[in-house]
């Protein structure tokens, strides 16, 4: 798998940075109506418990602990897209209007 780093991103920035999603507010919307009923809340509260809340000893492999990070990462980025979806569309601003400065 490539890295998603962009270029001319310094340091670790790119880390945290938000992944784009292809499919943008219509796929957050299809995630928040997926796990919006009381299966779609057990299974995230599945996904949380064997992922985020869980933790490996100081024995573990680093190949165990990269493995778990991937999954953290794909659950938080499921919650990403079920919160976006929650709120949803972006308001894009009409071209032409600037928001003015109030003073």
């Given at each position: 798998m490539g890295e998603s780093r962009s270029p001319?991103?310094?340091g670790w920035a790119w880390l945290s940075a938000a992944p784009t999603v292809a499919g943008g507010d219509d796929l957050a919307a299809a995630f928040a109506r997926c796990f919006s009923g009381a299966d779609g809340i057990r299974v995230l509260t599945h996904l949380r418990a064997v992922t985020t809340e869980?933790?490996?000893?100081?024995?573990?492999?680093?190949?165990?602990?990269?493995?778990?990070?991937?999954q953290r990462q794909l659950v938080q980025a499921i919650h990403a897209l079920i919160a976006r979806g929650r709120a949803g569309p972006a308001v894009q601003p009409s071209p032409g209007s600037a928001v003015q400065p109030s003073h």
């Open positions: 001319g991103t310094p869980r933790s490996l000893g100081p024995d573990a492999p680093d190949t165990a602990l990269r493995h778990l990070e991937g």
